[in-house]
Nanobody, 121 residues
Framework: QVQLVESGGGLVQAGGSLRLSCAASGRTFSSYAMGWFRQFPGKEREFVARISWIGGSTNYADSVKGRFTISRDIYKNTVYLQMNSLKPEDTAVYYC??????????????WGQGTQVTVSS
């Protein structure tokens, strides 16, 4: 199973930017589409963005479209989420996972620790 480590979160003012990273160890991302998800307190994880590992096609949740950009570095086995124009409502724990469409793969259960993003006003 792939082991995922998210990083790059932190505290930022509204309108600011962060870049999240998700690095894989143990296995590569090459057979997956990868996605970012976020979890608000008391809620289930929700889809944020995905990228096809080989082709690089992307998809975004409406709430982040135009502000967030997902990308990947194949050789570093790393997926990124560039977050611009951050809003307080983006405050959440962000996770990455192999993705089928806008959902985590059904056979995926090894979530990383996530990375906390806090946006202040």
């Amino acid at each position: 199973q792939v082991q995922l480590v998210e990083s790059g979160g932190g505290l930022v003012q509204a309108g600011g930017s962060l870049r999240l990273s998700c690095a894989a160890s143990g296995r590569t991302f090459s057979s997956y589409a990868m996605g970012w998800f976020r979890q608000f307190p008391g809620k289930e994880r929700e889809f944020v963005a995905r990228i096809s590992w080989i082709g690089g096609s992307t998809n975004y949740a409406d709430s982040v479209k135009g502000r967030f950009t997902i990308s990947r570095d194949i050789y570093k086995n790393t997926v990124y989420l560039q977050m611009n124009s951050l809003k307080p409502e983006d405050t959440a724990v962000y996770y990455c996972a192999p993705t089928s469409g806008s959902s985590p793969r059904a056979d995926f259960g090894s979530w990383g620790q996530g990375t906390q993003v806090t946006v202040s006003s």
